[in-house]
């Protein structure tokens, strides 16, 4: 029996990128997961290669920047289907305008509600049953721009990333009496479709050479098959050939 049978999980930002990866690692390891997004068309398509693939998915259309909507989504799943094991906040953002020369008030809202307040949005919902139950599980995807800053990814990803990494410790430092983990994942540069969002996307090669979608899914799976005992409270991982130590990438303009 997979440790994951007869789990639930609920994965935001699911229709693309390490949210997608996290869905198909759970669900082919046998947890029942739900796929949250803003695109429904999207979550339905990549849900139906799961289930082709044998997962237990399901979708539900969501922006997590919106509480209420969280909550009713949360009601929902938890009246559907009695639980919520695992928590995995991947919905994300970053605008083109995100350096101070250019960074608008709404591009930084946006950055903020999809990155920040989403993820406390979610652990939000989902605390009260898991603090029934005595057990949960939450898994946040942050950024190595979190845990260490950059100018590639400008003030408000920073601001943001590095708020995910100090709101999961606050989890494992209130909730670890109610046998609640959480986990803050780190990940340098990730091929993923947010990489076209920067001032100057990376070209193909760069893409080839950096960690790839599954290797995130693989290690959301590693920390959500963990044991209740142990609490992995931050991962950062990097790929090999890493542009934070070589340089070589794109970087914020500087004046002449």
Known sequence: MS?????????????????????????????????????????????????????????????????????????????????????????????????????????????????????FNTMRAVLPGMRARKDGCIINVSSWAGAYHTKLTGAAYNASKSGVIAMTETINMEEAIHGIRACAICPAEVATPILDKRPTPPNQEERDRMLQMDDLGQTVLFVAQMPPRACVNQIIISPTWNRMYLGGFEQAPTAE
Do not use: F, H
């Open 3 to 119: 440790k994951l049978e007869g789990k639930v999980a609920w994965v935001t930002g699911a229709g693309t990128g390490i949210g997608l990866s996290a869905v198909r690692a759970l669900a082919l390891a046998g947890a029942t997961v739900v796929m949250t997004g803003r695109r429904e068309q999207i979550l339905l398509d990549e849900a139906k290669v799961i289930k082709d693939l044998g997962g237990d998915v399901r979708c539900e259309a969501l922006d997590v920047g919106d509480p209420e909507a969280v909550d009713r989504t949360s009601a929902k799943l938890i009246e559907d289907l009695g639980t919520i094991d695992i928590l995995v906040n991947s919905a994300g953002t970053n605008v083109l305008t995100r350096y101070w020369d250019a960074q608008t008030y709404e591009g930084w809202r946006s950055v903020m509600s999809a990155n920040l307040d989403g993820t």
